[in-house]
């Protein structure tokens, strides 16, 4: 295996690491992405609950409802996207 030379090994540095481009705090994302899943999936059973509730005791209001909640597809309202390269980061920054 041929040695890699400093330049090289930053170069590949800059490609591979990744750095936030959000805007928050780098950690906020720990706490942030699991909440925002909690927070549609609650929303999305509540949805579920009501329509369910409001078919009754009939078997065929059941049977709609629950087509109902099944054919509803979860809006993308917020979606997670991937962090940016360091290198491009650091060029857009050293631009400025």
């Known amino acids: 295996?041929?040695?890699?030379?400093?330049?090289?090994?930053?170069?590949?540095?800059?490609?591979?690491?990744?750095?936030?481009?959000?805007g928050n705090n780098d950690k906020a994302a720990r706490t942030a992405v699991p909440a925002r899943k909690r927070h549609r999936s609650q929303a999305e059973r509540r949805l579920?609950?009501?329509?369910?509730?409001?078919?009754?005791?009939?078997?065929?209001?059941?049977?709609?409802?629950?087509?109902?909640?099944?054919?509803?597809r979860r809006k993308a309202v917020w979606q997670k996207w991937a962090d940016e390269p360091l290198?491009?980061?650091?060029?857009?920054?050293g631009k400025r």
């Open 1 to 22: 295996m041929k040695r890699k030379t400093p330049q090289q090994k930053k170069a590949e540095s800059l490609a591979k690491d990744r750095r936030s481009i959000y």
């Open 48 to 72: 579920a609950k009501q329509e369910l509730a409001g078919a009754g005791d009939d078997e065929s209001q059941i049977d709609v409802a629950t087509a109902k909640v099944t054919a509803k």
């Open 87 to 93: 290198g491009e980061v650091l060029a857009r920054k």
